[in-house]
Every structure is written in C-alpha cells, then in structure tokens.
C-alpha cells in the first residue's frame, strides 16, 4: 500500500458526438442527466467490487448527497492477493499472518460538484 495520499481534481464536460458544443450535465437532451447518473452509479457501487485481474476491490461510501449532481463520501479501496507475516517492529514476535484473501482497506475522500448555472462537474 502507499505511504502517501494526494488529492486530484478533475473537470468533467459533456460534449456532444463530433462536435465541440458542450451540454449542461442536467440537460434533458440527454439519455441520463448528470445527477440521475451519479446517484445511480453511487447506488450500483455501494456493494464491493473486486477487480480479479489487479487484485483491487472498491466501493462507494455516500455522507452526502444535498443538492443534484452532488455527492461526497468516500471510496473504500483495498488491496489482495499476497500474504505475509506481520511481526512486532520491537521483538519480532508474530502479530498475524496475512492470508492472501485479506484484504487491506484506506477509505479515500471524493466529492462530485455540479455548481449551479455551469455547464461542468467537479471532481475530487
């Protein structure tokens, strides 16, 4: 697992097909609008994913969802696949032996933001 944490943000822009004209992520031209989307996709990864190949699982953790298009919470994202034995650092006695199973868990912060009045979403 990582010693560190960094925090991304991202702009998200709905463009129409071979065109450079943007739509409102809350358009009704479009099949889903923005925040049916997200609360649907929050709703289908509230239970565990596991990605087999890469040995990761994920899952959505919503706090809060208080106007549409808006999400915060968090991601539990974990890690498997290898075991190990962890000892105490001081006397090198055997505290557990990890399974490959087991599967270590951070719960990474997120927030979708559809500012209202702008043609885009922010990530983080």
């Given at each position: 697992?990582?010693?560190?944490?960094g925090?991304?943000?991202?702009?998200?822009?709905?463009?129409?097909?071979?065109?450079?004209?943007?739509?409102?992520?809350?358009?009704?031209?479009l099949?889903?609008?923005?925040?049916?989307?997200?609360?649907?996709?929050?709703?289908?990864?509230?239970?565990?994913?596991?990605?087999?190949?890469?040995?990761?699982?994920?899952?959505?953790?919503?706090?809060?969802?208080?106007?549409?298009?808006?999400?915060?919470?968090?991601?539990?994202?974990?890690?498997?696949?290898?075991?190990?034995?962890?000892?105490?650092?001081?006397?090198?006695?055997?505290?557990?032996?990890?399974?490959?199973?087991?599967?270590?868990?951070?719960?990474?912060?997120?927030?979708?933001?559809?500012?209202?009045?702008?043609?885009?979403?922010?990530?983080?």
């Amino acid at each position: 697992m990582t010693h560190s944490v960094g925090l991304r943000q991202y702009k998200l822009l709905i463009q129409e097909k071979d065109s450079k004209v943007f739509v409102d992520p809350s358009s009704s031209v479009l099949q889903l609008d923005f925040p049916d989307f997200l609360t649907d996709f929050i709703a289908q990864n509230a239970i565990q994913q596991n990605e087999k190949e890469v040995e990761r699982s994920w899952k959505f953790k919503e706090i809060l969802a208080d106007l549409p298009g808006c999400s915060r919470g968090w991601i539990s994202y974990g890690v498997y696949g290898f075991a190990s034995r962890l000892e105490d650092g001081k006397t090198g006695e055997l505290n557990y032996a990890r399974k490959r199973d087991d599967n270590e868990v951070i719960d990474l912060y997120y927030r979708y933001w559809l500012p209202e009045f702008e043609n885009f979403v922010l990530v983080s």
